[in-house]
């Protein structure tokens, strides 16, 4: 089985609990105004503007996709704010085996993995043959990073053998949420009922947007929702950044700290220390 994979982060420790390897999968169903990896998003068209723009020549098109040459590369991003198609030339196809041996050689350091994206349960296949081949060999934990908007029949799959999962909500209004995400939150709802019940919800992550999702009365919204799911899932309140936004919202400024501050002590009101700081 071989899946898309952006990058690997081999050490974070914002991506669950404990040391984890961050895995961002290629791919997404949405299309966030706000997104901070907008080279996740999109398979690679072969419009050639990364080659184009490339001023070490670490890119060119070679047997119908973009070679990309580590040795050559600076890191300078030029081939990704290039990019118009919220692709990237860097991401590699990868086999399970070759992924779990990345994992395998990391162990020791690491308390688990977590699938990020792009949307990660878009290759719910490869994603399930890592994780049994992990779950055979290691201790690891194992989490998912997603934004919600997928089917039953993955989730069910999914909650058979991971530990913990991370839900990322754009907004509880259904027409903000479509202006943010070109998509409805209605069945992102409906899977955050469903995977709360299964005990293994361990996050929320909720991004605070000026002028979209920010108000008092937002984040009282989203903090009763998660008060009356359960006892047990944590509200992370995250303030916007413009770093790698490339739509029109990364003219906005960062996220005000006064304001974040005065959002964060509302839901430290209803939920108190299942509140989690990111300032």
């Given at each position: 089985m071989k899946g898309f994979i952006n990058r690997i982060i081999e050490n974070s420790f914002i991506d669950g609990p404990g040391n984890r390897m961050a895995i961002f999968m290629q791919g997404c169903n949405m299309a966030c105004l706000y997104c901070h990896n907008p080279e996740t998003q999109r398979m690679c068209n072969l419009c050639m503007v990364c080659v184009d723009n490339c001023p070490q020549g670490a890119l060119q098109q070679a047997n119908g996709k973009i070679e990309y040459?580590?040795?050559k590369c600076i890191m300078c991003d030029r081939c990704l704010e290039a990019c118009k198609n919220f692709s990237s030339p860097k991401y590699i196809e990868m086999e399970s085996d070759e992924l779990l041996k990345i994992i395998l050689d990391n162990e020791i350091f690491l308390d688990g993995i977590t699938f990020s994206g792009g949307e990660c349960t878009l290759?719910?296949?490869?994603?399930?043959?890592?994780?049994?081949?992990?779950?055979?060999?290691?201790?690891?934990?194992?989490?998912?990073?997603?934004?919600?908007?997928?089917?039953?029949?993955?989730?069910?799959?999914?909650?058979?053998?991971v530990d913990g999962f991370m839900l990322d909500i754009k907004a509880l209004n259904d027409k903000v949420h479509k202006k943010l995400t070109g998509v409805s939150n209605k069945p992102i709802l409906e899977n955050l009922e469903f995977l709360s019940k299964t005990g293994l919800l361990y996050e929320v992550r909720y991004v605070l947007v000026e002028g979209f999702n920010d108000s008092i009365e937002d984040v009282k919204e989203i903090s009763y929702l998660i008060k009356n799911l359960n006892d047990y899932t944590?509200?992370?309140?995250?303030?916007?950044?413009?770093?790698?936004v490339k739509t029109e919202l990364s003219k906005l400024p960062p996220y005000s700290k006064e304001k974040y501050n005065i959002l964060y002590n509302e839901a430290i009101k209803i939920l108190e220390d299942r509140v989690i700081e990111k300032g």
């Open positions: 040459d580590k040795t290759q719910i296949d490869f994603i399930l043959e890592v994780i049994e081949k992990v779950k055979n060999k290691t201790s690891l934990t194992a989490f998912i990073d997603t934004n919600g908007f997928t089917d039953q029949e993955s989730l069910d799959k999914l909650v058979k053998c944590r509200l992370v309140l995250i303030p916007f950044r413009p770093f790698g």
